[in-house]
């Protein structure tokens, strides 16, 4: 019996380090750009598509690995999003703020506010959609783009999915969060201001991505506070909601 969970635990283990390696070995650039940066706004690299026939090898290489970690990952999702659905619906009864439609329209709205603010390098922009604390990460961020002579264009962005995965509720209503799934497409590249040269990117390639983005309770409504760029099965596995109110 203790050999069987050992098994397990070492066969999640692999799989995690796989689908890591897969997902930001690979691609390790896809987690740069976009609103957030990924920390990476002063140091985009132009290097993209370099790795010859690598990409080929280890893309066979890991093929199944991936497709089980995707799928494993998938299934927590509809099992997180489900549970959040039914918690939510009885939030509602009590506390409009927890309407399910108003949240996919502040989530929504949030989405592309925060990624024209990123690329217009204005963060008043999305301010009424963001935590204060994000705001100020944000403008340290795209003013240090500025700086630089530096500027990341988003273009034709697709808000393709939200899916909420963890919801908290407390009696302390400012203390309240939930986190969305994110799932969406766009162009994203870098270029010189000055001279218009690229820097990192493609123009004409729409590229998919996932991310994680934390909504808090402010004053005014639900605003984000923060976006992880790099989604692991173990952020789906360590999401638990719950309510104080309910309880």
């Known amino acids: 019996m203790n050999f069987k969970i050992k098994t397990h635990h070492y066969f999640l283990a692999a799989l995690i380090v796989c689908g890591t390696l897969l997902l930001f070995g690979l691609f390790p650039e896809e987690a740069m750009a976009r609103a957030g940066g990924g920390g990476g706004f002063g140091g985009f690299s132009s290097s993209r598509g370099g790795g010859g026939g690598g990409f080929s090898i280890w893309g066979i290489l890991l093929a199944p690995f991936f497709m089980l970690y995707s799928g494993i990952t998938t299934t927590m999702l509809v099992k997180k999003n489900k549970?959040?659905?039914?918690?939510?619906?009885q939030l509602a009864a009590h506390d409009a703020s927890w309407d399910m439609s108003n949240i996919k329209s502040r989530v929504e709205v949030a989405f592309f506010k925060v990624q024209q603010a990123w690329m217009e390098r204005d963060q008043e922009v999305a301010r009424?959609?963001?935590?204060?604390?994000?705001y100020l990460k944000h403008k340290t961020q795209t003013d240090m783009m500025?700086?630089?002579n530096m500027q990341n264009i988003l273009e034709r962005i697709n808000l393709e999915e939200a899916k909420i995965v963890e919801v908290a509720d407390y009696k302390d209503d400012s203390r309240d969060r939930f986190w969305a799934h994110?799932?969406?497409?766009?162009?994203?590249?870098?270029i010189d201001t000055t001279s218009g040269e690229l820097i990192s990117g493609k123009k004409e390639t729409s590229e998919g991505f996932v991310e994680l983005w934390k909504f808090i309770r402010?004053?005014?409504g639900w605003v984000l506070d923060e976006i992880d760029q790099e989604v692991t099965m173990s952020d789906m596995k360590g999401f638990h909601s719950f309510s104080e109110e309910l309880a």
């Open 83 to 89: 549970q959040c659905k039914g918690l939510i619906e």
């Open 128 to 134: 009424d959609y963001i935590s204060e604390r994000l």
């Open 146 to 148: 500025i700086s630089q």
């Open 182 to 190: 994110i799932r969406g497409r766009m162009v994203d590249y870098t």
């Open 218 to 220: 402010g004053p005014k």
